[in-house]
């Protein structure tokens, strides 16, 4: 994919995920969104890609083979701390997403991300960068949207709150089938129907498309 030529710095991406359809997918959708990414399928190419020409937004899997999302994002830190972070999570990383939220993340995407939920991290993260500021302004960040009452999407997030995220965007994709919803997430039907509970889905505060 060519790179605009006029394509401002502060829009370019870095796209690092280690499954080459799922990071197709995300550099066709940063494209759109008028972002320029720079796709890499682990740490060490990142950090090289970065040492070679600077990026302002940083999307990185947290389940990268090698160096970790995690110690990405640690080295982000030190190396390049005006970078801002999107992280890439599955249920599995909620351990390493934890200690993430430390490190002041922008936001946290469940894989397979929703397209708006992308572009609305973006937006976030275009604002907060510094070397945005000219151009988009010191604007405050997004308020929650109509379809994200709770806000999950602001920074802030707690990992109650993220688990609560894995498991509802699991149960709609699943179209409220319980049992596929447990096994995607790699947990008993048991431990699913007890997280659901916590959350009030069965008591009807959220439309559940399983009952």
Not at 200 to 209: A, I, N, S, T
């Amino acid at each position: 994919m060519t790179t605009k030529p006029d394509t401002p710095r502060h829009r370019r991406v870095l796209v690092i995920e280690d499954g080459a359809r799922f990071r197709n997918m995300l550099t066709r959708a940063v494209a759109e969104m008028d972002f320029d990414p720079r796709p890499v399928a682990d740490a060490e190419q990142a950090l090289r890609s970065l040492r070679r020409e600077p990026a302002e937004i940083a999307l990185v899997d947290l389940g990268l083979p090698g160096m970790s999302g995690l110690d990405l994002c640690r080295r982000l830190r030190e190396d390049w701390p005006e970078v801002q972070i999107i992280i890439l999570t599955g249920y599995g990383d909620l351990d390493a997403a934890k200690q993430a939220i430390r490190l002041d993340v922008v936001d946290f995407l469940t894989k397979p991300c929703d397209h708006r939920e992308l572009e609305i991290a973006l937006d976030r993260a275009l604002r907060r960068s510094p070397a945005s500021k000219d151009t988009v302004g010191d604007a405050p960040e997004q308020a929650p949207s109509s379809d994200d009452p709770e806000g999950i999407n602001a920074r802030g997030m707690t990992i109650e709150q993220l688990e609560r995220r894995h498991i509802l965007d699991a149960l709609r994709r699943n179209h409220g089938n319980r049992d596929m919803t447990a096994r995607e997430l790699g947990i008993s039907l048991r431990t699913l129907y007890y997280r659901l509970s916590r959350y009030k889905v069965l008591d009807g505060l959220w439309d559940d498309p399983g009952r």
